[in-house]
């Protein structure tokens, strides 16, 4: 069982940055290959970016390809989702998700429903 908690959203101008973190519960974090997704109200729930249970690869939507970076530390059971140059269209609901694989440098899954564990999600808002 993993239990993860989102932080970091709020609200930014556009072309401005924000950092969320997703802090995970286990002594298994290493096990999961970690997704970032975002549901936008009125939309499905949309794939933004993936990470390798290493860190060592990374996967990106073409949407938001050169402006994100995930990172995890497998230390502090924590992964992070770094967005630059933010547009009002990134404004959604953003959701860390843990799939369990047993492929640690690969990325294997981009569809929610391969996804184990679910945060709650953390808004974030893109003004204009």
């Known amino acids: 069982q993993v239990q993860l908690v989102e932080s970091g959203g709020g609200l930014v101008q556009a072309g401005g940055s924000l950092t969320l973190s997703c802090a995970a519960s286990?002594?298994?974090?290493?096990?999961?290959?970690m997704g970032w997704f975002r549901q936008a109200p009125g939309k499905e729930r949309e794939f933004v970016g993936a990470?390798?249970?290493?860190?060592?690869?990374?996967y990106y939507a073409v949407s938001v390809k050169g402006r994100i970076t995930i990172s995890r530390d497998n230390a502090k059971n924590t992964v992070y989702l770094q967005m630059n140059s933010l547009k009002p269209e990134d404004t959604a609901v953003y959701y860390c998700a843990a799939h369990s694989t047993i492929y640690t440098t690969v990325v294997v899954t981009t569809t929610p429903n391969d996804y184990d564990y679910w945060g709650q999600g953390t808004q974030v808002t893109v003004s204009s």
């Open positions: 990470i390798s249970r290493s860190g060592g690869t990374t």
């Open positions: 286990g002594r298994t974090f290493s096990s999961y290959a």
